[in-house]
């Protein structure tokens, strides 16, 4: 029998990639995905670092698994940013752990692994420089469609509420031609869409020399050169930087076909002095000038940001500022969220400074009604206008709908249907909208693709979704048969 392993990802899409990575690592050893952590041989905890409470959650999780390990001696790591952080500490509050690795030596976990068969203590290990580019890892995909691509670890920046530059370190980017490479052999193995990730998009490629020059960003020539791959349908990307922001990035996106027409640019504050001491170092009106130009260049753009709501030191003036940039750029969605300070930061320090927790409340529900008005009104402009969706799976509040995107990353649901499955292109009229979703037609056109195919292969064999037919409650096409489909367990 295969040993089997499960692994619990914290944090944002940088960690959920290198939790692909790790699962595509264990794979390659013989290990095989678990039902359960309960289940599982071995439980991998990719940390976070950056949200609140971090190292509690870390240490609750830990507890709960020592008795795992103790009643079916279940083999633990724990990795990710807390572990580059803590590493030794994590070692000395939860001995029972087998393994501890940083963020820069994901590839060693396989060896790591082999030194804890015959270890009584922790296996720690932390290395300051990146080992070797996770993406040069193999993966493993949740959903055949869609991958993750790293261009670049780390950052040059030093935001003063981020943790991430002193764990992940100075930006590293990768090749084009190794990116390329990458992404034509996921789209061979069915992938259509990939959202390319880094933690400042913008400055990717300035560390590397291309014709004896360095120092210039190749981010538009990247996405130039993906848009020539055939059967791409879809290209992502997160997350610019305002800073960084060139033009010629938006000239590439308008003019690269399947470069979609979403830009999720992070505002955090709308005041010049906030941005200051966060040193975010553009100001309100550079930010805007690349609203307007994004929205000139492409109009039916998606514009999503993140904003920071009572920042140390914001006063009912900064405050106004950021409500009057989010008022102008009406921005399609905003992840708005309120200040916590990250030990180990500068802002955490400013102490003094910190705003009322009552104030910070009354504001981040003022930016939430408003944010939220903007994602109604642009949802309901859209009805009537017909969307292509890439499909991704049954809506998890109502199965006999399924669930997609439109280019511009607006989820919509609409009935199932059995000439299509997940990973497939429909196109389909917008009927109904509200401030988190739409609401589509039966579909008008589909186009198959490899990934639907071969989910729809996968679910006649059982696996994944289990599919139920419904009979049809709209006028569909003449073609079109209804099915419904519940949730993929897990
Ligand atoms: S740009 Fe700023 S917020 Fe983003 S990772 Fe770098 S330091 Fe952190």
């Known amino acids: 029998m295969p040993r089997t392993y499960a692994i619990r990802t914290f944090g944002c899409q940088m960690n959920e990639h290198d939790s692909s990575r790790a699962a595509g690592l264990l794979e390659t050893i013989g290990y095989r995905p678990a039902d359960s952590v309960e289940t599982a041989d071995l439980v991998l905890v990719n940390t976070c670092a950056v949200r609140e409470n971090a190292d509690n959650k870390l240490y609750g999780t830990l507890g709960h698994l020592r008795t795992l390990k103790a009643e079916r001696g279940t083999t633990l790591v724990v990795g990710g940013c807390l572990a580059q952080k803590d590493g030794a500490t994590v070692a000395e509050k939860a001995p029972w752990v087998d393994v501890v690795f940083g963020t820069h030596n994901l590839g060693s976990l396989p060896d790591l692994l082999l030194a804890a068969d015959s270890a009584t203590l922790p296996v720690v290990e932390l290395v300051e420089q990146l080992e070797s580019f996770p993406s040069a890892l193999p993966a493993k995909r949740d959903v055949r469609h869609h991958a993750w691509v790293s261009i670049s670890v780390g950052c040059n920046n030093s935001c003063s509420f981020c943790i991430v530059p002193s764990l992940r370190g100075p930006e590293v980017s990768r090749r084009v031609g190794d990116i390329v490479g990458e992404v034509q052999a996921l789209v061979a193995d069915d ?158 320090m400013m102490v003094d400074d910190f705003v009322d927790d009552a104030i910070v409340t009354t504001r981040y529900h003022a930016l939430e009604a408003l944010t939220r008005r903007h994602s109604l009104e642009s949802h309901q402009r859209l009805i009537g206008s017909t969307q292509e969706l890439l499909v991704q799976s049954p809506s998890k509040t109502d199965p006999t709908r399924l669930s997609g995107y439109t280019r511009g990353h607006h989820l919509v649901h609409l009935p199932a249907d059995d000439r299509f499955a997940p990973g497939d292109l429909v196109t389909t009229e917008i009927r109904e909208a509200s401030t988190n979703y739409m609401i589509g037609s039966p579909a008008i056109d589909v186009r198959r693709t490899r990934a639907g195919r071969a989910t729809e292969a996968a679910l006649a064999r059982g696996e994944g979704w289990q599919i139920r037919h419904l009979p049809p409650t709209d006028p569909a096409p003449e073609s079109a048969t209804r099915r419904r489909l519940p949730v993929l367990p897990g």
């Open 191 to 348: 992938v259509v869409e990939v959202t390319l990730l880094g933690q400042n998009v913008n400055s990717y490629g300035r560390d590397l020399e291309v014709d004896g020059r360095a120092g210039r960003s190749l981010f538009a020539d990247l996405l130039r050169a993906l848009g020539s791959v055939p059967d791409l349908e879809r290209v992502r990307f997160t997350s610019p930087h305002p800073r960084d922001f060139t033009l010629d990035v938006l000239d590439a996106m308008a003019e690269t076909t399947n470069v979609c027409e979403h830009l999720h640019l992070p505002l955090q504050s709308g005041s010049d002095r906030l941005l200051k001491a966060m040193r975010r170092s553009y100001r309100a009106e550079r930010y805007m000038d690349l609203v307007r130009r994004t929205r000139e260049l492409m109009p039916e753009a998606t514009l999503t940001t993140d904003i920071i709501v009572g920042f140390p030191g914001e006063t009912d003036e900064d405050f106004a500022a950021t409500m009057a940039v989010v008022e102008e750029a009406r921005f399609e969605q905003a992840y708005t969220f309120k200040y916590s300070p990250r030990p180990g930061t500068d802002a955490a």
